[in-house]
């Protein structure tokens, strides 16, 4: 008997599995198979080459370039561009905020909690006990009433997309479209945006009360990962090519594996705090912000690679869609700081933030998406 | 001449290697009949899209391990299978309605042939054992090797199924 078993795939579907296969396969490092005896060599030769390069007047003014940029006072008055290609999303008093890579800047209304969609078509946003889907633009598309409404994290792929959500603190699924909302899986959950896995329509992680990180099957409420009971984190976030799930607090920091290992963590002590943290795109690096008295360092954990140091209080960093640049918010200073992530230290910095964005208090940045 | 079976071992061991032009020739030549088979199984183009998926992070996780003597499509479609298989009991197990799968552009479903439209009547493990056979061409002893299961079961799943789908002509 011969079957006629002819799929049709759907448009576009090999292409959007090729970019997270792509990405997951960047990530792969091949084991060394053989020793090989130069290597050592090679890096005395380097570090001592670095030291050497540290140690003449070129190399400490790098060092100095860092050290001297408490209060960034070259800061332009008015933000004229982003330094990478991709849009921002602003949450500030007035409303959200679309910010163009030439630094036009929209008011979409009078909502809050704005995030992007995965790819940055549309934003979900809250108003009142609505939620609302609109386009960057500002044109609604549809709107849910909720009572209790928090939360909205947009997630899925080119053709479809979900939208998870709070209400009463239960978590709430609806469909890009704004069908078939339900509640899924989790009884009650901590106030923390949840995370879909990149790429994923199912996979979603929230925090309970207690702290535990939870990456539920939403399809099926299957738990896929829960970590021990801890710090209630202030930001869940994946690695690109979903493969890695950063659990930020400020008493600890974590990034899971798939199977719920630690494979990198940071325990901050004597005073010091994690403000915050987020994988660089198309990497397993993750950039952090180390809050200590009134001194505040940006690094790429488990480097030792100090990218920036200033004398205050930095608030969120947010990586650009290209990995190539971090923006680190600084309220006190009202600044934002663009800080390169290159090892070149290159440093922007522009101030007025707060008045640039309608005044009142220090906006908060949503996101960094792409084009 | 290398064959495709040597391409396929030489894209395995450029992979292995950390090429990224090998790992994408395993992923053109080995993602569109890991959709179809998820999808056939499933009969959910979103579940299939993530079980496909999930085969290549499979993929990735254990490249370092896998064995470059044997061939990639079989390891790679087992994993699909079980998989696919695993999703659609839990579907059952659940009764439960689903989320609507319509996005924000999604262009309506066309679910391919009579025949791909009459499998969803058959349970999962009887359509499991047709699509490997009849869509991706192993002989029954292979596909009892894969699925770890006696011959003689691949063989009555087989006529059962494929006798299921002639009642339903």
Redesign the interface.
């Known amino acids: 008997m011969r079957l006629d078993l002819d799929v049709p795939i759907p448009e576009g579907a090999q292409e959007r599995a090729h970019r997270v296969a792509m990405a997951a396969f960047a990530s792969y490092h091949p084991a060394p198979r053989r020793r090989a005896y130069w290597r050592p060599a090679l890096a005395i030769a380097v570090v001592a080459a670095i030291a050497g390069v540290l140690a003449s007047p070129p190399g400490r003014s790098v060092i100095q370039s860092i050290r001297e940029a408490v209060g960034v006072k070259k800061a332009q008055r008015e933000l004229f561009s982003l330094p990478a290609a991709g849009r921002l999303l602003v949450g500030s008093v007035r409303g959200p905020w679309v910010v163009g890579q030439n630094g036009s800047k929209r008011l979409l209304g009078a909502y809050r909690e704005a995030s992007w969609s995965p790819f940055g078509r549309f934003v979900v946003a809250l108003r009142g006990d609505e939620l609302v889907t609109m386009e960057p633009n500002g044109r609604v598309h549809w709107t849910l009433a909720r009572p209790a409404l928090e939360l909205p994290a947009w997630g899925g792929r080119h053709a479809d997309t979900r939208i998870a959500y709070l209400t009463r603190r239960k978590l709430r699924v609806v469909a890009g479209d704004g069908t078939g909302d339900a509640m899924r899986c989790a009884g009650g959950v901590a106030p923390v945006l949840p995370a879909w896995q990149p790429g994923s329509l199912s996979v979603l992680a929230v925090s309970a009360p207690n702290g535990r990180v939870q990456v539920y099957n939403v399809r099926d409420c299957r738990l896929i990962l829960r970590t021990a009971p801890g710090a209630v984190p202030a930001r869940l976030a994946w690695s690109s090519d979903g493969r890695l799930l950063l659990a930020v607090a400020p008493s600890a920091l974590r990034v899971y594996d798939l199977r719920g290992r630690v494979v990198a963590r940071d325990d901050p002590s004597d005073g010091t705090l994690d403000g915050d943290a987020a994988f660089l795109p198309g990497t397993h690096r993750v950039a952090v912000v180390r809050v200590h008295g009134a001194q505040s360092d940006v690094s790429i954990l488990g480097s030792g690679e100090t990218l920036f140091h200033v004398a205050g209080t930095l608030r969120q960093v947010v990586p650009s869609p290209d990995g190539r640049w971090l923006l680190l918010t600084w309220p006190a200073a009202d600044q934002w700081v663009f800080v390169g992530t290159s090892g070149a230290h290159a440093i922007r910095a522009v101030s007025d933030i707060a008045g640039q964005f309608g005044g009142g208090s220090f906006p908060t940045v949503s996101g960094w998406i792409g084009k | 001449m290398a064959g495709p079976k040597g391409d396929e071992r030489a894209w395995v061991r450029g992979?292995?290697?950390?090429s990224?032009s090998d790992?994408?020739a395993l992923?053109?030549a080995h993602?569109?009949n890991a959709?179809?088979t998820a999808?056939?199984v499933v009969h959910d183009?979103?579940?299939a899209?993530?079980i496909?998926?999930e085969a290549?992070?499979a993929a990735?996780?254990n490249?370092?391990r896998f064995d470059r003597r044997r061939p990639f499509g079989p390891w790679l479609h087992r994993i699909v299978v079980n998989r696919a298989i695993d999703?659609s009991r839990?579907?059952a197990l659940?009764g439960?309605v689903?989320?609507?799968?319509?996005?924000?552009?999604?262009?309506p479903?066309?679910?391919?042939?009579?025949?791909?439209t009459r499998?969803r009547e058959l349970s999962p493990e009887h359509r499991a054992v047709?699509?490997m056979r009849?869509?991706l061409g192993y002989t029954p002893g292979e596909i009892a090797r894969l699925l770890g299961l006696p011959r003689g079961t691949v063989n009555s799943r087989l006529r059962r199924g494929?006798d299921q789908?002639?009642e339903r002509v």
């Open positions: 992979a292995q290697a950390g990224a790992f994408e992923f053109r993602w569109p959709y179809r999808y056939l183009a979103a579940a899209e993530d496909a998926q290549f992070f990735v996780r490249l370092d999703w839990r579907r659940r439960e689903e989320l609507h799968e319509s996005g924000v552009e999604q262009a479903p066309d679910v391919g042939s009579d025949t791909v499998m047709i699509v009849h869509l494929l789908l002639k």
